[in-house]
């Protein structure tokens, strides 16, 4: 397994824009996927995002298609969110998660190993 650690989070004006981190340590010479996901208060966790092991293939939820891209620096080990012209309802915790063997990405089933999560708030 590996370790994620995600940080950028804070505090952000609706349309403003924030960039989250995610900091992939340990077993980085295996084939690992990343997923983004984001957690609101009494709400179920909610997919966000997901990139291939080798940057390929990404793909998002449908209430932020157009306004997130998730990237991944190889070099690195560290895959990034960037949001853009967020809204009150993409306030919450941001969790990045790693798998090797992930089958259905908008699943947090299939990843191993998750961050602590970063707080997103967006005021209006």
């Known amino acids: 397994q590996v370790q994620v650690v995600e940080s950028g989070g804070g505090l952000v004006q609706v349309g403003g824009s924030l960039r989250l981190s995610c900091a992939v340590s340990?077993?980085?010479?295996?084939?690992?996927?990343m997923g983004w996901f984001r957690q609101a208060p009494g709400k179920e966790r909610e997919f966000v995002a997901y990139?291939?092991?080798?940057?390929?293939?990404?793909f998002y939820g449908d209430s932020v298609k157009g306004r997130f891209t998730i990237s991944r620096d190889g070099a690195e080990n560290t895959v990034y969110l960037q949001m853009n012209n967020l809204k009150p309802e993409d306030a919450g915790i941001y969790y990045c998660?790693?798998?090797?063997?992930?089958?259905?990405?908008?699943?947090?089933?299939?990843?191993?190993?998750w961050g602590q999560g970063t707080q997103v708030t967006v005021s209006s």
């Open positions: 998660a790693a798998g090797t063997r992930v089958t259905i990405p908008t699943s947090h089933r299939w990843y191993d190993s």
């Open positions: 340990g077993r980085t010479s295996s084939r690992y996927a």
């Open positions: 990139i291939g092991w080798s940057g390929g293939n990404p």
